[in-house]
T-cell receptor, first 113, second 113 residues
Framework: DTAVSQTPKYLVTQMGNDKSIKCEQNLGHDTMYWYKQDSKKFLKIMFS???????INETVPNRFSPKSPDKAHLNLHINSLELGDSAVYFCASSQGAGGAKLFFGSGTQLSVL | DQQVKQNSPSLSVQEGRISILNCDYT??????FLWYKKYPAEGPTFLIS?????DKNEDGRFTVFLNKSAKHLSLHIVPSQPGDSAVYFC????????????FGKGTHLIIQP
């Protein structure tokens, strides 16, 4: 019973394809996030949702679209994948928008060929 | 523009000795600092945090020190154990909110037997 689970763990796909990464948390948290860890190992926030509403949308191409059907789920859909999208994507959650203690999923390694 | 810097990509320490991981930041508005620990193929997990109104916080073998005038914080682990081998990320936020968590690149700590 993983607290924050994301699927798939590995995703290998061709340039131009559309793919989705799913995330679910069973902690009862009301804020969820997507972070990206690039080749330089920086962890950068992409999106933040509080109670299904978008709070943060950092400078991310609009090919990336988060979708939150309910406060326990935050999925990430990526259109027209590019080589530069290859990275590890982490889902996370916290209690309240101001809660700095994040609980992370195990990550999705995306490789675009 | 790295606002949180971890200048040592890796650190090797003998088991039983003290491990000291360093972190520098440039934004004097940061008021809450956290350390996360990450094992391979897993997401980061929260380790310890400190508010800017304090200069030290201790939790078992882990102690975080904050020097606001130098914009520097450090994580001390004593005694170091093999299970401490992991990547440690320093993070900083404004207003204690996860919305503004800025991460460093991480330091890979290796505990040698």
């Amino acid at each position: 019973d993983t607290a924050v689970s994301q699927t798939p763990k590995y995703l290998v796909t061709q340039m131009g394809n559309d793919k989705s990464i799913k995330c679910e948390q069973n902690l009862g948290h009301d804020t969820m996030y997507w972070y990206k860890q690039d080749s330089k190992k920086f962890l950068k926030i992409m999106f933040s949702y509080n109670n299904k509403e978008l709070i943060i949308n950092e400078t991310v191409p609009n090919r990336f679209s988060p979708k939150s059907p309910d406060k326990a789920h935050l999925n990430l859909h990526i259109n027209s994948l590019e080589l530069g999208d290859s990275a590890v994507y982490f889902c996370a959650s916290s209690q309240g928008a101001g809660g700095a203690k994040l609980f992370f999923g195990s990550g999705t390694q995306l490789s675009v060929l | 523009d790295q606002q949180v810097k971890q200048n040592s990509p890796s650190l090797s320490v003998q088991e039983g000795r003290i491990s000291i991981l360093n972190c520098d930041y440039t934004n004097s508005m940061f008021d809450y600092f956290l350390w996360y620990k990450k094992y391979p193929a897993e997401g980061p997990t929260f380790l310890i945090s400190i508010s800017s109104i304090k200069d030290k916080n201790e939790d078992g073998r882990f102690t975080v020190f904050l020097n606001k005038s130098a914009k520097h914080l450090s994580l001390h682990i004593v005694p170091s154990q093999p299970g401490d081998s992991a990547v440690y990320f320093c993070a900083a936020s404004l207003g204690g909110g996860a919305d503004g968590l800025t991460f460093g690149k991480g330091t890979h700590l290796i505990i040698q037997p």
